[in-house]
Structures are given as structure tokens and as C-alpha cells.
């Protein structure tokens, strides 16, 4: 039936419904969530048949010194990636973590907000709220929930924007209470995609989209601390300490590159142990498919009873890459990582499989773009604790999927606990996803999942879990779903942690350039 033909008497309700509908959509639309039509957005396009969606976007860095209960400071460090939705607003996700002190390995992740007013000339002032979870360090953050609202004055350089910050850190069951000045710096930049209807679709778009990053890896590991190394506690350190981690890299040019890397430890004793690093490096190919490079980086790191200080982070290697196809490649590093502010100094070797993105070196378009989601939700669980006991526990969930056929993907994630009095326990999880269409609007999907996660108490043992999960969903819009998921979470080790998962969470889907999947 046409509207042009119902009842007159059923027109005004279906006016009223249509109006609703039309509201909600350009509100989930403004959250970037609707995927089609901003108002506020550019379109860009390879062809017609293909416009890409260019939100503008920024890269921000923070640095502060907190004040801890006995008068006792500590140096946090804040990143986040946020794209503007309208109006000045903005949102992204976040991360914070120890750099200075004594709390080496308290990092959180979640969720922060930001809205952006010009006042005079280049002067600005940025309003914002952050909500994650985390912990670790032994700090007191109770059950890991951390509140972060900032209010921060920036002038504009060109390139970049540079101010003072004004912030509250807030540990909301714990004893950290904290109200300081910081300097905030960052950088524009632009998220650009498109809109679900078109994934899969032949494209002409050339260059980066979605966040922008050329290639992802998935990294294995083994750190050999030097002899005599000891613990936090005073005990020795392991002999050799096994981890697992992603590296996401994008070239500035032909042979320089930037990126982001973080990893946990999966063996050796010292579950909860967690990186987060900034790096740079240079490469060059001496033959086709070899080449060979350099890298250092600096972030976060500690936990697992590791002396790490106050969780600075320093790490430098050489490596060799070999390109097994058009997309992907082996890599193999070797190198020396040290914690300046602590105890701890080893040797590292790594092997990592490349997943190449976007190829800058491509002159030729994508044959088709590729479906891309970004999840965000929490879950809980009843997690054996080291004492002895077994308590619920709630933590936030991050997760990005990229497809790499039409019903198959890659997924990455990062869990990290903000109740259920287990701050400071993280999660990182990587591994292969399918989902399929169930009708119109359901869908449904299974995960296998392996990863590392330790800290808060919780009896991860070495580190190493599984996480196999399956989940049904809802489309709300073409590009957001709501999805709910059940499955188990265990120590691949002697750990005591076995546990039934609920998971809840809303998805975003939208189209990258790539060489994509037929």
C-alpha cells in the first residue's frame, strides 16, 4: 500500500512516525553512525558511482601530572582520534596510560567526547568528557572506571594547535581524585569513507580512507631480560617473557613511516604486562619483494609485576620483510627494549605477518571498497580471582572488524575492566570472524579469538587466553547495529580463569579503499 493511498485518518500518525524516523536518522547520522548525507561533510569522489564521505578529523596528545593519595605524583599521558560530528562536537576513542611516578602499567581505554568553539583569532577552547576503564600500576582505582572532564585552551600554529589543559581525573570507586593543569597538542586530519549501500561495490577511489593507517600487523614475540633482572616484588625476573600485539603503520613518504603498536604478555609469568608505543622508522627495498629496515619507539608500559618505574617506555630494532603476495608479508625484528625509570632491559625478537592496506607505491584504484566496523560495547563475566575467589566482572569493549571476503573478517580488540573491583585487567584479542545476513535487518556472526590479558586480580596464569564468541544483530540504520553475543572466555595456561561472556554492543560498518574481496 502507498502512502498515497491510506486511510485519511491513518496520515497524521504516518506523518508523525516519518518525522520521528527522519529525526533519528540525522541524529545517528550526525554520531557518524548513519552513514550516508552528513550535511556538515564533504563528498569527495573517485566517480560518481562512488563519493566518498570526508569528515574532518584530529589526532590530540595530553600530558599532565596527577596528585595521588600521600602526596604522590604521577605523569599521565592522554591520545585520542576524534572526528567531528557537527556543530563543534567531536568523538573518538581514547587512551591514557603512566608515563612518570611510580605506576608504570596503569592504562586505561574508552570513549571521549570533545566540543570545539573558536573565540578570537587562533585562539580556541575545547570542552570535553572521557570515560574508560583500566588501572594497573597497583594504583587505586578501585573498580577501573576512570572520568576525565577537560577544559582546554589551544592556539592554532597552521599544522597543528598547541595549549594548556584544565582537567579532573577521576577514579569513580577508587581513591584517585586529581584536579591539574596539563599541555594538550593537535594535529587535523581526515576520516573518509563510504557509505554501507556501496561496500563491495567496484570503486575507482584512490588514497587513504577510514583512519588512514597503510598496513596492520600481527605481532609474536619473546622479550630475554638481562641476568639478574628482578620483579617489582624483589624476585627474579623470567627467563624469556612471550608476547602478542598489533603494529599499525602509515608511510609519510617512500621510505619514512609512523605508527601506533601495543602488546601483552602471553607466557613467561608476568600476565598483565602491557605496551603502548608511538614509532617511526625508515625502509628501503633493495630487491622486489625484500625489504629491510629501522624503528624506534616510546609509549607506556608495565604491569605483571614488571620493573618498569614510572612506565616509560623506550625500544628500537632492525628488521626484514619479505612480500608474500600482493597484501601480505613476513616480517622478522630483532632489537633492545628498556624501561629508563626502572629495572627492566632486554633483547626482543618478533615475527609478524603484514596485512597491507592501502599501498601508497599503487598508482592503480582499489578494485572495490571494503566493509570496515568499529564496535564499542561492554560485557561481563564471572572471573576466578587470584585469591581464591570468583566475582563478576564488567568490562569496555573496542573492537575493529575489516572483511576480508563477503562473510569473512579479520577482528582486533581491547577489553579493559571498569568494575567488579578488578581494575588494571586488560585484554588484547585478535582473530577470524564470519557473519551472515539473517532477512532484511538480522544478522548473525561467530568469533575465534586468541589473545593475552592479565592484572586486577584476575588468575590469568601466563596470560595466553581463548575467546571464542557468537552474537546476533540488529541493523538500526544501513551503518549501525545493535548485537548481542555469548561465549566463553579461558587461560590457555594453569589459570583458574573460565567463564561464560555476555556481550552487548553497537556497530558502526562502513566502506575503506582497499583492493577488497570480490
Known sequence: ????????????????????????????????????????????????????????????????????????????????????????????????????????????????????????????????????????????VGGGLMLRPHA???????????????????????????????LVWSTATDFRYVAPERIGAPSSISGRSGMGFDRVQAVFGVYRPRSGSLRNSGGPMPSSIGFVGTRMERAVDDHAYWGLEAAGAASGGVAGYAEYLA?????????????????????????????????????????????????????????????????????????????ILDDPSDVTAPERTTRTEWVGGVERYSAARRDGSTRELQAVTLKVNRFVASHVYLSGQAHSAYGGQAGGYTVGLFGLGVQAP????????????????????????????????????????????????????KSLKKGGLSAGVLDVALAFSFGVAGHGYR
Not at 314 to 320: C, E, P, R
Request: charged share 15%.
Open 1 to 140: 500500500m502507498t502512502h498515497a493511498s491510506a486511510p485519511a485518518a491513518q496520515q497524521p500518525a504516518a506523518r508523525h512516525r516519518r518525522a520521528i524516523q527522519r529525526w533519528l536518522r540525522t541524529w545517528l547520522t550526525g554520531l557518524g553512525l548513519a552513514g550516508s548525507g552528513l550535511s556538515w561533510a564533504q563528498t569527495d569522489a573517485g566517480s560518481s558511482a562512488d563519493p566518498l564521505t570526508v569528515l574532518p578529523a584530529q589526532v590530540r596528545l595530553g600530558v599532565e601530572k596527577l596528585r595521588l593519595p600521600g602526596d604522590e605524583s604521577m605523569g599521565l599521558v592522554g591520545t585520542s582520534y576524534l572526528v567531528e560530528i557537527g556543530h563543534g562536537l567531536s568523538v573518538g576513542p581514547a587512551a591514557y596510560g603512566a608515563i612518570s611516578g611510580r605506576r608504570g602499567g596503569l592504562f586505561t581505554i574508552g570513549a571521549e567526547a570533545a566540543w570545539h568553539r573558536r573565540l578570537v583569532g587562533p585562539l580556541a577552547l575545547d570542552v570535553g568528557f572521557y570515560a574508560g576503564g583500566g588501572g594497573g600500576g597497583a594504583a587505586p
Open 152 to 182: 582546554d585552551l589551544t592556539w592554532d600554529f597552521g599544522p597543528y594547535r598547541a595549549g594548556v589543559s584544565l582537567s579532573q581525573v577521576r577514579f569513580a570507586n577508587g581513591q584517585i581524585d586529581s584536579r591539574q593543569l596539563g
Open 438 to 489: 539473517l532477512g532484511s535487518r538480522w544478522r548473525a556472526g561467530a568469533e575465534a579469538l586468541i589473545g593475552a590479558a592479565g592484572g586486577g586480580g584476575v588468575d590469568t596464569q601466563g596470560g595466553a587466553i581463548a575467546q571464542p564468541m557468537a552474537y546476533v544483530g540488529v541493523d538500526i540504520t544501513p551503518a549501525l547495529s545493535l548485537r548481542v553475543g555469548g561465549g566463553r572466555i
Open 279 to 355: 614509532t617511526i622508522g625508515t625502509e628501503t627495498t633493495p630487491w622486489r619483494d625484500l625489504t629491510v629496515g629501522a624503528r624506534v619507539a616510546t609509549g607506556m608500559g608495565g604491569g605483571g609485576d614488571v620493573s618498569v618505574g614510572g612506565g616509560l617506555l623506550l625500544k628500537g630494532g632492525l628488521y626484514g620483510t619479505v612480500r608474500l603476495t600482493r597484501d601480505l608479508g613476513l616480517s622478522l625484528e630483532a632489537g633492545v627494549t628498556a624501561a629508563p625509570q626502572g629495572s627492566f632491559k632486554a633483547l626482543h625478537a618478533a615475527a609478524s605477518l603484514n596485512w
